[in-house]
């Protein structure tokens, strides 16, 4: 068992917790809003006087403060400022173990090439790059600290793709072609406890899941599932639909470390979403 504390538990880190529970870790989590969350303290990582004693004792802290919105003074915010504040909690703490959730948006590539790991991360806007300078502030921390970064999350409450099809609105011919990469809400969870109970962990994994996929082929999935027509091509083309382009990320590295996917595919996971009334 392992005293492990949530920093911003929301969409991922409240899951996180109640999977890490589950295997008898002892979680605590620090919020902003703590109202009805058991085991959770009223924190603010942007103001350490906040920061309760529980993170301090922790063995293990997971980072997963999210930006309130896009705009560069909330990814300043969110992903170097608070961060910052809890490297310089963790100084002379007890914790051995960072662990940082980030994302693939970092990786600026969109001509459908293979990325990993060891791919360059040359972001093309300012949330990428910020995104990056937090990855270095995590890296600074006096203990061993890791960065997963996270492609597009998706699950309950998180189900655009079902509703776009619903609407029956036309989709262009470059957003339906272009290469996309996804995963469950789930599986990001099940792979933060995969971190947490590594005897040793990598400085960088990229979480997601195993079958990059045109934006049509999902929609198309979709459609047919629900018993309903595929989307018509045209209309204004904006690009993909989802944020962060035209490429195919890997999570090699995780999976060779044993992590298995829940959802492995968007079949998997969509079929689960709309099984459940999506």
């Not at 929301?10 to 969350?37: C, I, K, M, P």
């Not at 504040?85 to 963790?90: G, H, R, S, Y």
């Not at 203990?143 to 776009?164: C, D, H, K, N, Q």
């Not at 971190?195 to 962990?201: A, D, Q, W």
């Amino acid at each position: 068992m392992r005293k492990i504390f949530i920093v911003g538990a929301g969409y991922v880190g409240s899951r996180a917790a109640q999977f890490l529970a589950e295997r008898g870790h002892a979680v605590a989590t620090g919020r902003r809003t703590t109202a009805g969350v058991p085991g959770a303290f009223t924190m603010d990582a942007l103001r350490p006087d906040t920061f309760p004693d529980a993170l301090r004792e922790a063995d293990c802290v997971i980072y997963t403060v999210a930006a309130d919105g896009f705009s560069e003074d909330a990814y300043r915010a969110a992903y170097v400022t608070g961060l910052a504040n809890t490297v310089d909690a963790l100084r002379g703490a007890r914790a051995r173990r960072l662990l940082t959730v980030g994302s693939t948006g970092v990786y600026g590539q969109d001509d459908g090439s293979s990325v990993d790991e060891d791919s360059p991360a040359e972001p093309r806007g300012f949330s990428g790059r910020l995104l990056l300078e937090g990855e270095a502030v995590a890296a600074s921390a006096p203990i061993e600290s890791t960065t997963i970064r996270f492609s597009g999350i998706y699950g309950p409450g998180r189900e655009r793709l079902v509703r776009m099809v619903r609407s029956g609105a036309p989709v262009g011919e470059s957003a339906r072609a272009a290469l996309t990469n996804r995963i469950h809400r789930d599986d990001c969870a099940r792979a933060l406890v995969h971190l947490v109970e590594r005897p040793s962990v990598a400085p960088l994994y990229l979480g997601t899941d195993e079958a990059p996929t045109a934006m049509g082929e999902i929609l198309d999935w979709i459609a047919n599932r629900l018993g309903l027509p595929p989307l018509p091509t045209g209309g204004v083309d904006p690009g993909s639909p989802q944020r962060g382009g035209n490429k195919r990320l890997s999570s090699a590295r995780l999976r060779a470390e044993g992590f298995v996917f829940r959802y492995p595919t968007y079949r998997e996971g969509f079929g689960a979403l709309i099984d459940a009334g999506a």
